[in-house]
């Protein structure tokens, strides 16, 4: 079982920066692809983000512009890094990697956006 731990998620005011991490247990340059989501209060989880094996990116509409998501195989992290945050980009953020054994999640990290 693959297990992801994230972090750098906090309180920023409009227009500000952040940058998320995920810390995976095991060698990521296997994964199949890793991501964002996020879950805002009484809202359904959305895509955020996504970087394959081979480094592909892809970007929901909401982000794309403002976000770069990234990775250091050496370190075995992912990274989102979000800037010009808007108020709804407010929610519970969670990373996920997919392997060949199906899909792992994060605990989640609160990103919250608010002067």
């Known amino acids: 079982q693959v297990q992801l731990v994230e972090s750098g998620g906090g309180l920023v005011q409009p227009g500000g920066s952040l940058r998320l991490s995920c810390a995976a247990s095991e060698r990521i340059f296997s994964f199949i692809a890793m991501g964002w989501y996020r879950q805002a209060p009484g809202k359904q989880r959305e895509w955020v983000a996504q970087i394959t094996s081979g480094g592909s990116t892809n970007y929901a509409d909401s982000v794309k512009g403002r976000s770069t998501i990234s990775r250091d195989d050496a370190k075995n992290t992912m990274y989102l890094q979000m800037n010009s945050l808007k108020p709804e980009d407010t929610a519970v953020y969670y990373c996920?990697?997919?392997?060949?054994?199906?899909?792992?999640w994060g605990q989640g990290t609160q990103v919250t956006v608010s002067s």
């Open positions: 996920y990697v997919a392997n060949g054994l199906g899909t792992h």
